[in-house]
């Protein structure tokens, strides 16, 4: 029976003894880290924003600047990729050993490529932003016009039951 | 699927199209005459003891490999294609980051004030409300109360 044991709890359970009786005597959990932190060796950001191409040491192709047109330059990428297949073709038929140098091109015209797309990623969470309060607003508008018609409705029964009632106690009355 | 991933699912696709397609054909291509000297692999040391069965299936896979360049090259360039198209369709609203989050803060004032409106409506609805269940209960204790002398 050469099984292992788990491992022990860490040691600190013991400072939670009186926790039921006195909350505040155990110490206070961990706070939210801010910043950048290490795990399991790599580096983490909480600061969730696409990095740019240069952080990732990667050179890139489309023209830098406020507004991009997104549509051209994809289109634009996509030409340039289509270039680069075929030159590795002719390259692989001409001279076999310098393809390193044409893979390389590739992949970093397809590195441009997903970056840009990542970078379309904010203007469509803001344009869904936009679609969500605007039929939020137009559930509202119909919800305050179901309410009114409702309440129009019930005065007009009441009336009407008025009416009726008077009726009927005008005839009771008689009798 | 929204508009961005299928265009993230279309770059991958022309990516394995372009290393399946070089890959393939580096593959499986047939050996190329370099120098007259040599032999075809054809005419080998052993002169095709059997001429009929062995032609046939040489000359159809080559046949069919020359086939190959041209089925993905066509399948390359469809990709590319719809690539470009959807590219095209993409629902960008021009205008910038600005714009956007001007239009955000209009729609969120608008949505306060009619949300404030639907709040004195359902307050004055639940207020009739009540009048009208306090008038049922008093109706109610006055047709009980009417209805004993009989």
């Known amino acids: 029976m050469a099984t292992a044991t788990y491992p022990p709890p860490p040691p600190y359970y013991k400072l939670y003894k009186d926790y039921l009786q006195d909350p505040k005597s155990a110490p206070e959990p961990p706070p939210p880290i801010e910043g950048t932190y290490i795990c399991y060796g790599g580096n983490y950001t909480t600061d969730d924003i696409l990095p740019s191409l240069e952080d990732q040491g990667v050179r890139q192709l489309y023209p830098k600047g406020p507004n991009i047109d997104f549509k051209k330059e994809l289109r634009s990428l996509n030409r340039e990729l289509q270039l680069h297949i075929l030159e590795l073709a002719d390259i692989l038929v001409e001279r076999p050993s310098q393809y390193a140098r044409r893979v390389e091109d590739i992949s970093l015209i397809f590195k441009n490529l997903h970056h840009l797309l990542n970078s379309l990623r904010p203007h469509q969470a803001r344009a869904t932003l936009i679609h969500i309060l605007e039929l939020q607003i137009q559930r509202r508008k119909q919800a305050v016009e179901d309410i009114k018609r409702r309440r129009e409705e019930a005065q007009r029964l009441l009336k009407e039951s008025i009416g009726t009632l008077e009726d009927t106690g005008a005839s009771f009355v008689l009798k | ?5 299928q265009l993230q699912e279309k770059v991958n696709t022309i990516a394995t199209i372009a290393f399946t ?3 393939t054909l580096q593959r499986d291509a047939p050996p190329v005459r370099i120098s007259p000297n040599y032999p075809e692999a054809g005419s080998g040391p052993t002169p095709a003891p059997n ?7 040489a000359a159809d896979s080559d046949a069919d490999f020359a086939k190959q360049p041209k089925l993905m090259s066509a399948e390359l360039v469809k990709a590319a294609k719809q690539f470009d198209a959807l590219v095209a369709a993409l629902p960008l609203s021009e205008g910038g980051e600005e714009a956007q989050l001007k239009r955000i803060a209009q729609l969120e004032a608008e949505n306060d004030a009619v949300g404030q409106q639907l709040e ?3 307050e004055a609805a639940e207020r009739e409300l009540q009048e009208v269940r306090e008038l049922f209960g008093q109706a109610a204790d006055h047709c009980l109360n009417l209805k004993k002398p009989e």
Do not use: E, H, R, V
């Not at chain 2, 001429?51 to 299936?57: E, L």
């Open chain 2, 21 to 23: 397609t070089i890959g």
């Open chain 2, 120 to 122: 004195k409506q359902l």
């Open chain 2, 1 to 5: 699927m929204d508009a961005i991933s």
């Open chain 2, 51 to 57: 001429p009929n069965p062995t032609p046939t299936p």
